[in-house]
């Protein structure tokens, strides 16, 4: 006796059908048409194939690589100071009770403000005549500081700015991973006598380290792309202090209009980001 086989119902694809449409619609075809720009001159109407020529014009642009440069150092100086500190707030936050919601929903605060407001409150709060925090340094400490025109408090200033918008989701994610930890554990390190340094590195840190690759993914991938905070902060000065390659990327393909070879610097930016995030996800999952 030979058994039938029911038709198999593909009906269900069609409720995916309109996210791969979304995607297709707000990646795919703009990708495809950044590669389409990237291989040609264009002279008005006229359009000339010049293969890998701004390719290697981007590579070998001086400007382009004192950003990207530029933008290493502060990921870089972001993974420093942000993963440390968002261990140190998730490690301080309360663990239960009304106080722990409270906590959370001032943590989660500054993720909720957009990009370009972020920019405009610390554009405000810098200021010396009118802003708290420039007067607070200028006036109280007695600090010549001039976001504007020092290259050195530019920089800073940026720092903090980022620092005070992400490091929340640092210490996020560290207490999503403290909480998934059993209470077992800790009860076995308070009858052993295990000291507060001891509970973090022999029970927390090894748990929390999924988390902790999320969380540098995410920031790296974040800060070597930002571009909307010091943007309306400096406008990428003074000079080139903070120039990133977002800005740069802009500059080229917005403000002088030069689509191929913005299209080209998009792509190597794009697969730069994705190549080291790969490799360092395939890093970090060895060793886990």
């Not at 090894?206 to 800060?223: C, E, H, K, N, W």
């Not at 571009?227 to 202090?241: K, Q």
Request: proline share 5%.
């Amino acid at each position: 006796m030979t058994a039938t086989l029911k038709p198999r119902n593909n009906r269900a694809w069609l409720f995916v059908l309109p996210v791969l449409c979304s995607v297709a619609f707000t990646a795919i075809l703009p990708l495809l048409m950044v590669i389409n720009f990237s291989v040609q001159d264009i002279f008005g109407s006229n359009r000339v194939f010049v293969g890998a020529e701004w390719f290697l014009d981007v590579i070998e642009d001086p400007d382009i690589r004192a950003s990207f440069w530029r933008n290493i150092a502060f990921s870089v100086q972001i993974l420093l100071i942000q993963i440390p500190l968002g261990i140190l707030l998730g490690l301080g936050m309360p663990k239960k009770g009304v106080m722990a919601s409270v906590a959370l929903v001032v943590m989660a605060l500054p993720l909720l403000i957009p990009h370009n407001v972020v920019g405009t409150i610390w554009q405000i709060f810098g200021r010396g005549d009118i802003g708290l925090g420039g007067h607070m340094i200028t006036r109280t400490l007695g600090f010549d500081y001039n976001y504007a025109q020092n290259p050195a408090d530019a920089w800073l200033t940026v720092l903090v700015m980022d620092t005070w918008h992400w490091a929340p989701l640092v210490a996020l994610l560290v207490y999503a991973g403290l909480q998934s930890i059993p209470d077992p554990y800790y009860r076995a390190a308070s009858i052993d006598g295990a000291r507060r340094l001891a509970v973090f590195r022999y029970i927390e840190l090894p748990r929390l380290q999924g988390v902790l690759t999320i969380a540098l993914l995410l920031r790296f991938m974040d800060s070597f792309m930002v571009y909307t905070e010091p943007f309306v902060l400096t406008g990428g000065g003074p000079g080139t202090t903070t120039n990133f390659l977002s800005i740069s990327l802009q500059k080229i393909a917005v403000g002088q209009f030069d689509l191929g070879r913005g299209g080209a610097f998009s792509l190597l930016y794009f697969f730069f980001i994705q190549m080291f995030c790969f490799l360092f996800f395939q890093l970090m999952r060895r060793r886990l």
